[in-house]
């Protein structure tokens, strides 16, 4: 079990009835407020030595980890995910360079999973906003909580960083838990065709949402 703030919080990479959802939603409650950065930082790295079956840690991107995350990519969407909508919005912009974030064990060489966040706008407005994605685990190491364990951290600092506002197109029962919601996103349309059931929004500030509508764009 593992101290945050005054508040008793179990690991995130397991699910176990109402006990841990509840626990969930104290983490939740982090995302949009109620606990401080290092915190969370403290709960994520805490739960992966809980639950991994070796050393793991959450650590930001380098330039030389290029390769073997494109790896991973090409493993969990195939080569040909450029022609995919949110791809798009990607193309020719690089990601947030302090959302990119790697787990992995620190003996070895070997990139377990990877996550980053691109700036994007929406509306004549041009809110900005994030897209949250690609994430990506490696096929040996899926349903180890790596990828959750990302998520939050990553949720986390953006929170820090003072963004708003994230976005994705990705499966409802599973983002929910981080409190995306398909409400959240109604007003909002994107720049090609996607499951309108699967294109979701997460307010990491109550209300960033409230009153925003229009076409989501790239940034630059």
Same mark, same amino acid.
């Given at each position: ?13 397991r ?8 626990r ?21 790295? /805490? ?16 330039? #030389? ?19 995919k ?30 996550? /980053? ?5 929406i ?16 096929p ?55 499951? #309108? ?7 990491l ?16």
């Amino acid at each position: 079990m593992i101290f945050v703030g005054r508040r008793l919080i179990g690991a995130i990479g397991r699910t176990n009835g109402d006990a841990d959802r509840s626990r969930l939603g104290l983490i939740r409650q982090f995302v949009v407020g109620d606990f401080e950065a290092h915190s969370l930082g403290t709960l994520v790295q /805490r739960t992966l030595n809980c639950y991994a079956s070796r050393p793991v840690e959450i650590a930001p991107e380098h330039p #030389e980890d290029g390769p073997a995350i494109e790896h991973l990519l090409d493993l969990a969407f195939g080569p040909d995910r450029a022609g995919k909508t949110v791809y798009k919005l990607r193309e020719g912009i690089p990601p947030v360079a302090e959302l990119g974030f790697v787990i992995h064990d620190p003996a070895k060489p070997e990139i377990d999973g990877s996550l /980053r966040f691109w700036p994007i706008v929406i509306g004549e407005e041009r809110v900005p906003a994030l897209l949250l994605g690609p994430i990506a685990v490696a096929p040996e190491d899926r349903g180890k909580g790596y990828a959750k364990a990302l998520i939050w951290h990553g949720l986390g600092v953006a929170r820090a960083l003072g963004h708003r506002i994230v976005l994705l197109v990705g499966d409802a029962p599973y983002y929910e838990q981080f409190g995306f919601a398909r409400a959240l996103a109604t007003n909002l349309t994107l720049p090609g065709w996607v499951d #309108e059931a699967r294109f979701l929004g997460l307010e990491l500030v109550p209300g960033a949402l409230s009153g925003v509508r229009g076409m989501v764009g790239r940034a630059a």
